[in-house]
């Protein structure tokens, strides 16, 4: 069974940069759509972006392009998320989660995906 664990995530001041990871087991990373996605407190799932099997990139909110950025070592079976530049607004629990194995990625909303992981926490302050 595929299963996922996030880490990396902490508190950061403004204009800091993280590297959040998504470790993968049970499959190849690469055989699966895996993306990012935030909650913020009182407020919906949001997308970030998506690294399809073939490493083509996905992205999904505008507040991040040129920020943040998705990629995957495939001999570390480990998916990044690359912060930087980073603003309060940032601030949330970061998931990565993988789509059925063979699929690509699609809705930003996180339907799509089956497995997620548990999340960890962005803390950006002013």
């Known amino acids: 069974q595929l299963q996922l664990v996030e880490s990396g995530g902490g508190l950061v001041q403004s204009g800091g940069s993280l590297r959040l990871s998504c470790t993968v087991s049970?499959?190849?990373?690469?055989?699966?759509?895996i993306g990012w996605f935030r909650q913020a407190p009182g407020k919906e799932r949001e997308g970030v972006q998506c690294i399809n099997p073939d490493a083509t990139i996905t992205s999904y909110a505008d507040s991040v392009k040129g920020r943040f950025t998705v990629s995957r070592d495939n001999a570390k079976n480990t998916v990044y998320l690359q912060m930087t530049s980073l603003k309060p607004e940032d601030t949330a629990t970061y998931y990565c989660a993988a789509g059925p194995r063979g699929s690509y990625c699609s809705e930003g909303n996180g339907f799509a995906m089956h497995y997620w992981g548990a999340g960890t926490l962005v803390t950006v302050s002013s």
């Open positions: 049970g499959f190849a990373a690469d055989y699966f759509a």
